[in-house]
């Protein structure tokens, strides 16, 4: 054995297979968490709700914002206390998360973003370890967790967020060698453009990675409110979108907030395709959802955008739209990470919005469907 072991030591072809070997053991860590996802992690309170409700806080029945210290910090024991709320795992791109992860093989999605050390974390990290779904946490041990009161009123859902402990998520988490190396393996990156309110530079250091890399970024606008009061961080991120994802009310502000001159959905997702690019390997692709009208899809420079039409479903069973364009974008993400087609893709997405709008908030059917 010990000429063997000074074989090794000295013969090329033994060092490079010891240091591919090594290499696969480092790799098993890691290896497999394709999709990495980047945002805020929140724990829903949602309830049932009236016009009073909304009127006593401010809220318009459709919105989503954040919570003002003045006004709406009584909102959560209100909800808690007088409307039956319920707790339910939330945060839009950890939604997405959960949802990519619904639909793909064990270990394929890591999520990332700021929490507290408190009750409300852990019934996240409950949810998500329920759904297969990795999560690692930037932990801040005196802020608690975010949450988000939602009233649900119709088919309409107000949400008002209190961010907490996900306003506190830095540079220094993403770049902790573990994370980092969480990054670098991961084939394709998803970030809530909601987090453009917490870490701008987070969201600009997966941009570089993606481009440098020819991974696939792709974006969700989120809220009108991200385009309308977030538009610099938003537009410096913009050449590295390869996927755009937004619904007709976001691309309605985009629109107006980057005076495109029009309210056509359908030109403004030609517009959103068309942006300058970072990354010339892939052409741009804009999809915006439209609730029950079909899903539009412009591709960087293609003339003809197209339409897709949504899986119907009989309105009594609907239980609420809260979750549903979180849930398309993790079919979406599904899909584009197994390498199907751009028109598959946007069919799991509106496989996994029709199965999410059946269930209480933004959750997905146990036991589980297959696509
Ligand atoms: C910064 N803000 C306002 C937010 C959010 C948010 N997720 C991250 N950041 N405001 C609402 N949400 C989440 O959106 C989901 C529905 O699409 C809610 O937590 C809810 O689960």
């Known amino acids: 054995t010990s000429s063997s072991q000074q074989k090794r030591g000295t013969n090329p072809f033994y060092r490079n297979q010891l240091h591919q070997n090594r290499r696969l053991s480092n790799m098993a860590s890691t290896k497999g968490y394709k999709l990495l996802c980047l945002e805020n992690p929140l724990l829903d309170i949602q309830a049932f709700g009236n016009d009073a409700l909304l009127e006593k806080y401010g809220l318009k029945a459709n919105d989503a914002i954040l919570a003002d210290p003045e006004k709406h910090l009584d909102l959560y024991e209100d909800l808690l206390n007088n409307y039956d709320a319920k707790l339910i795992a939330g945060g839009a791109a950890q939604n997405t998360a959960r949802g990519a992860q619904y639909m793909l093989p064990a270990n394929s999605v890591v999520y990332l973003g700021g929490a507290g050390d408190d009750k409300y974390s852990a019934i996240l990290r409950d949810a998500c370890k329920q759904a297969g779904l990795r999560v690692e946490y930037r932990v801040d041990p005196k802020i608690p967790t975010g949450r988000c009161g939602v009233v649900i009123t119709g088919h309409n859902r107000s949400m008002c967020t209190d961010l907490g402990a996900a306003n506190h998520y830095d540079l220094e988490h993403l770049k902790r060698p ?23 530079p987070a969201i600009m250091e997966l941009a570089n ?36 994802i937004g619904n007709e009310t976001e691309a309605a502000a985009y629109a107006e907030s980057h005076e495109l001159g029009t309210q056509d959905v359908k030109e403004i997702a030609k517009k959103l395709a068309n942006l300058p690019k970072a990354n010339s390997q892939r052409k741009r692709v804009a999809i915006i959802t ?27 069973k609907i239980n609420d739209t809260n979750g549903a364009g979180d849930a398309f974008a993790g079919g979406f993400c599904a899909g584009i990470v197994s390498g199907k087609s751009l028109d598959e893709s946007v069919d799991m997405g509106q496989w996994l919005a029709r199965l999410s709008i059946q269930e209480l908030g933004p959750s997905y059917p146990f036991p589980q469907q297959t696509y």
């Open 209 to 244: 990675q993606a481009a440098s890399k020819n991974k696939p970024f792709i974006l969700s606008l989120s809220a009108p409110f991200i385009p309308q009061f977030f538009k610099e961080p938003l537009d410096a991120s913009a050449p590295y979108w390869d996927y755009v």
């Open 290 to 316: 439209q609730g029950t009208e079909p899903t539009l899809v412009a591709v960087q420079g293609e003339d003809v955008v197209k339409e897709i039409p949504v899986h119907e479903i009989p309105k009594e």
């Open 178 to 200: 573990d994370i980092w190396a969480l990054v670098e393996e991961a084939e394709a990156y998803y970030i809530g453009g909601y987090h453009f309110t917490v870490c701008p």
